[in-house]
């Protein structure tokens, strides 16, 4: 569990004050709570899976470092969303969900 630690902080931190700013919400009611993780949940897998594809195309030079890699790749994924709602281009943004692997099979345990 401790070599998840760091990717639980930075979800953590993503959905507080340096993404969603979840706190700010003041929201008391679970059901509403409900809704808006599920929103949030659906949004980080957009800004993730943003981020990761700008970084693997080498296209992060307006929301990054051109040297240097500083952002996580949600930050990455979330600037560039925000940048092109400031700019009036969110219709350039298209996303296509595929699923390109396959699942291991019932019982599959993996090597340790």
């Given amino acids: 569990m401790y070599e998840r630690?760091?990717?639980?902080e930075t979800l953590f931190g993503s959905c507080k004050a340096r993404g969603f700013g979840l706190a700010r919400t003041h929201l008391t009611?679970?059901?509403?709570i409900d809704r808006l993780i599920l929103a949030i949940a659906i949004a980080t897998c957009m800004a993730l899976g943003l981020g990761t594809h700008l970084a693997l195309s080498r296209?992060?030079?307006?929301?990054?470092?051109?040297d240097r890699r500083d952002l996580s790749l949600f930050q990455i994924g979330w600037r560039w969303l925000h940048r092109l709602l400031?700019?009036?281009?969110?219709?350039?943004?298209?996303?296509?969900?595929a699923w390109?692997?396959?699942?291991?099979k019932p019982g599959f345990r993996p090597a340790t």
């Fill in 59 to 66: 296209q992060t030079a307006r929301v990054d470092r051109a």
């Fill in 5 to 8: 630690r760091f990717w639980i």
């Fill in 29 to 32: 009611d679970p059901e509403h």
């Fill in 100 to 104: 390109r692997f396959t699942l291991p």
């Fill in 86 to 97: 400031a700019l009036d281009r969110l219709s350039e943004f298209k996303m296509v969900f």
